[in-house]
């Protein structure tokens, strides 16, 4: 009787130290993306008293099946990726928080060019090269695609690629290789010096924190509680300048973006 018991406590001090993954992809460099997030990691080890670890996907679609499968138990994700995990495996991903910016209309798509050139709104895109992100990014491929599909410019442009990333985008029109590209508004701003804005879409919501809906409950509510107490510009900054902490997010909230997603899907 006694080993059982033993054998049973064990069991549950090893349960408590396991180290949880905290994922995200990686919508800039990986170690830049690591920079902004590590902060936010360190302070949810120490809020729950289990060690966790950072990981980022491979790209957007690693991301989105690690989110799905649990190899994240908990991840940093955008709207998009949050809906197709979600559609992969619909009972193992629960949205624990939000991500508040103290700017209203901070988390939007933009169509860029290089500033000088002659391609100053979505008309001049017409016999040019075009740059999106991830085919599963929300910024940089769903909201700027349905814009294009919608102004009748997708068939006009020359061609069009993915990059991957959001600075890659950015960085690949300022060097000429691609006439335009779509990037969220954040790095455009970055790099406001070299880039024009030809279009903008409409506000949507910013990333999230979810979980792995199988996690013990009562961990799932002691972050989720770290998240909505989190007030520190030390923490939040890093991952946007207009971050002021986290609010409560529920699925329903990204049915627009499922629209856009099952739009795009259809008409490409």
Request: proline content about 4%.
């Amino acid at each position: 009787m006694k080993a059982v018991f033993f054998i049973l406590i064990l069991l549950l001090q090893l349960q408590a130290s396991e180290v949880l993954v905290f994922g995200t992809a990686a919508t800039v460099e990986t170690a830049l993306m690591k920079k902004r997030l590590m902060p936010l990691v360190d302070y949810l080890q120490e809020s729950i008293g289990r060690p966790i670890e950072f990981q980022s996907g491979y790209d957007y679609k690693d991301a989105i099946k690690k989110v799905s499968n649990g190899t994240f138990h908990l991840a940093y994700i955008g709207p998009a990726p949050y809906v197709l995990a979600k559609r992969l495996n619909p009972e193992s991903i629960q949205i624990l928080a939000g991500l508040k910016n103290s700017q209203e209309g901070c988390f939007h798509t933009v169509l860029i060019a290089k500033k000088g050139s002659h391609i100053v709104k979505l008309g001049d895109l017409e016999n040019h090269s075009f740059a999106f992100g991830s085919p599963e990014s929300t910024l940089s491929y769903y909201v700027p695609m349905e814009m294009l599909i919608k102004s009748g410019m997708i068939q006009k442009i020359k061609r069009y690629d993915f990059l991957g990333r959001h600075d890659k985008v950015a960085k690949y029109v300022i060097m000429n290789k691609y006439d335009a590209g779509a990037i969220k508004h954040s790095v455009a701003k970055k790099y406001s010096k070299h880039l024009q804005v030809l279009a903008q879409s409409k506000d949507m919501h910013d990333f999230m924190i979810v979980a792995n809906a199988n996690m013990d409950k009562k961990l799932l509510q002691k972050i989720q509680k770290a998240l909505y107490e989190l007030k520190n510009p030390e923490i939040l900054k890093p991952i946007k300048e207009s971050a002021t902490g986290f609010e409560p997010r529920e699925d329903g909230d990204y049915d627009e973006v499922r629209k856009i997603i099952d739009f795009v899907s259809v008409h490409k």
